[in-house]
Structures are given as C-alpha cells and as structure tokens.
Nanobody, 125 residues
Framework: QVQLVESGGGSVQAGGSLRLSCAVF????????MGWFRQAPGKEREGVAA???????IYADFVKGRFTVSQDNAKNTLYLQMNSLKPEDTAIYYC???????????????????WGQGTQVTVAS
C-alpha cells in the first residue's frame, strides 16, 4: 500500500520559515516527478513546486527565490524548505507522486496518482 505522509506544518509569523517533509511508503519513487501543492480556503489546489528523478526542480512563480524543493532518495523523502513566508502562503500543503517525469505540465493535478493527507501552514501578519 502506497502512502505519502506530510509533516512539518505549523504557525509562523510573516518572514519566518518552515520545512515540510513528505515520507513515501510502499514504493520507491526515485524516477518519478514529485510535487508539492497547496490549497487555501475557498481556492483551488495549485502547484507550488516539483522535482524530477534527476533532481531538476521547478517552481511556481509565486514561490521562486523563497521555497526550495529537494529529495533524499535513500530516505524516500521529499522536502519543501519555505523561507520568507507571507500570509498569502497560508494553506494546506500536499505532496504528490506522478507516474512520469515532471515536464511542462508539472502543475496539473491529474498528472499525479498518489497524494498525502496534507499539512496546515498558517502565516500570521
């Protein structure tokens, strides 16, 4: 049984940092695209960042320069380092695993087959 388990969410002040983790159980994802998404209340889920099996990272414009996605294949774990957090970053953050490389449509939800349960990130102004 495949499981993705996020952790590391919490509440911080604007300008603060958090590091999210996504532990993957049940399969080795090393060659697949792994993504981070978020969903704020009343909004659609949106792509935040993704990383390919070769370590190539892709970011949404609204997090470039602030967030860093990485992976530790030995630990089967994906990370999202979030710096300079803003109140508009408040959302539930999800990790997801695709069945292919990231490509230009890395932000499309239908590209991903396995999802975690999400972790809440709240940024106070």
């Amino acid at each position: 049984q495949v499981q993705l388990v996020e952790s590391g969410g919490g509440s911080v002040q604007a300008g603060g940092s958090l590091r999210l983790s996504c532990a993957v159980f049940g399969y080795a994802y090393s060659s697949d695209c792994m993504g981070w998404f978020r969903q704020a209340p009343g909004k659609e889920r949106e792509g935040v960042a993704a990383v390919d099996g070769d370590g190539t990272a892709i970011y949404a414009d609204f997090v470039k320069g602030r967030f860093t996605v990485s992976q530790d294949n030995a630990k089967n774990t994906l990370y999202l380092q979030m710096n300079s957090l803003k109140p508009e970053d408040t959302a539930i953050y999800y990790c997801a695993s695709s069945w292919a490389s990231c490509g230009g449509n890395w932000y499309e939800i239908m590209k991903y087959r396995y999802w975690g349960q999400g972790t809440q990130v709240t940024v106070a102004s």
